[in-house]
């Protein structure tokens, strides 16, 4: 990052072809562990296109931007930033019906997004509580553990019948 990797990523992340994509969103997940990253990655215009691929990628672009955007969303900025950005919806499909990695990442992406209160709100009415909690009770370890985060963060409460959704979610 130093070296001024970001910004080419970004660029390969938007224009490159589907594995320089593919192979970008990946380098930008790994980079945005970093929280200097977090923000370098933002002020590169880098949300925007992995957003785009995680909506509209291949396979192997949605599971790397997802964890990317994951990443990236323990940034309070970002996680406006994600949201701004359409960010919500496709993490949500992903969620319901990607793969198992996809679906892992959505779901930690969601975890992050869903510090914030209004992301609390756009998650439930973007309908991503119902695939959280099937992957709560349903997915794999992965799942499971980052699902629970995420309806944690929202709010929920898990009891003997099941979770309990907050009313202002729920509405």
Same mark, same amino acid.
């Not at 955007?69 to 970002?78: E, F, G, H, I, R």
């Not at 198992?100 to 709100?121: I, S, T």
């Not at 756009?122 to 699902?147: C, F, N, S, Y």
């Given at each position: 990052?130093? !070296?001024?990797?970001? @910004?080419?990523? &970004? ?12 192979? !970008? ?5 790994? /980079?945005?562990?970093? @929280?200097?990253?977090? &923000? ?9 296109? *992995? ?17 990317? /955007?994951?990443? *990236? ?17 496709? /993490? &949500? ?5 990607? $793969?198992? *990695? ?11 997004? @869903? ?8 998650? @439930? ?6 695939? *959280? ?20 963060? /929202?709010?929920?409460?898990? $009891? ?12």
């Amino acid at each position: 990052a130093k !070296a001024g990797g970001i @910004a080419p990523l &970004v660029a390969l992340a938007r224009d490159g072809s589907d594995l320089q994509k593919e192979y !970008a969103a990946g380098a930008l997940r790994s /980079l945005a562990v970093n @929280a200097d990253n977090q &923000v370098a990655i933002a002020k590169a215009g880098g949300i925007a296109p *992995l957003v785009a691929l995680a909506r509209d990628g291949k396979d192997g672009e949605k599971e790397r931007a997802a964890g990317a /955007l994951a990443n *990236l969303a323990v940034n309070a900025d970002n996680q406006v930033a994600i949201a701004k950005a359409g960010g919500i919806a496709p /993490l &949500v499909a992903l969620a319901r019906d990607g $793969s198992d *990695l996809q679906k892992e990442y959505a779901a930690a992406a969601m975890r992050n997004l @869903a510090g914030n209160a209004d992301n609390q709100v756009a998650i @439930a009415k973007a309908g991503g509580i119902a695939p *959280l909690v099937a992957l709560a009770r349903d997915g794999t370890d992965g799942q499971k553990e980052e699902a629970a985060g995420a309806l944690r963060n /929202l709010g929920c409460r898990k $009891s003997m019948f099941g979770w309990k959704i907050p009313r202002y979610l729920s509405r």
